[in-house]
């Protein structure tokens, strides 16, 4: 086995393989990253881990004021639970111009980061 080059070994505390390209996810994108993983994984599609994820898939074709609250609820109880790195500030739930949803979670980690995860599920 060959080693990995000292310069491409991640130096943060927050990191991992980067989804989609080459190299890593660090700090804020590691945290983003993270969330997104989480709130895109529909539960019981893992099957090493069938708790994974959230339910947000399930109030997708609601009408998005009586969806917004369980939208908002999936979120907190799918990152408290899989992401304890991030404590989340606020959650806001929009629609643009073309009715597409976007999520977007508002998050402070312990070290002191803090940051926005929009998510499009």
Do not use: C, N
């Not at 369980?70 to 907190?76: I, Q």
């Amino acid at each position: 086995m060959i080693a990995p080059a000292a310069a491409s070994i991640p130096r943060r505390a927050h990191w991992q393989l980067a989804l989609g390209g080459d190299g890593y996810a660090q700090a804020l994108d590691d945290l983003r990253q993270a969330i997104a993983i989480i709130l895109t994984t529909r539960r019981g599609s893992d099957p090493l881990r069938p708790e994974f994820g959230s339910d947000l898939w399930r109030y997708l074709d609601h009408p998005i004021d009586r969806a917004r609250p369980h939208l908002v609820r999936e979120v907190y109880a799918a990152i408290r639970r899989w992401e304890p790195r991030v404590k989340i500030e606020r959650v806001s739930v929009d629609l643009d111009e073309a009715h597409h949803l976007s999520i977007g979670v508002h998050f402070a980690a312990a070290d002191g980061l803090s940051g926005l995860a929009e998510v499009r599920p």
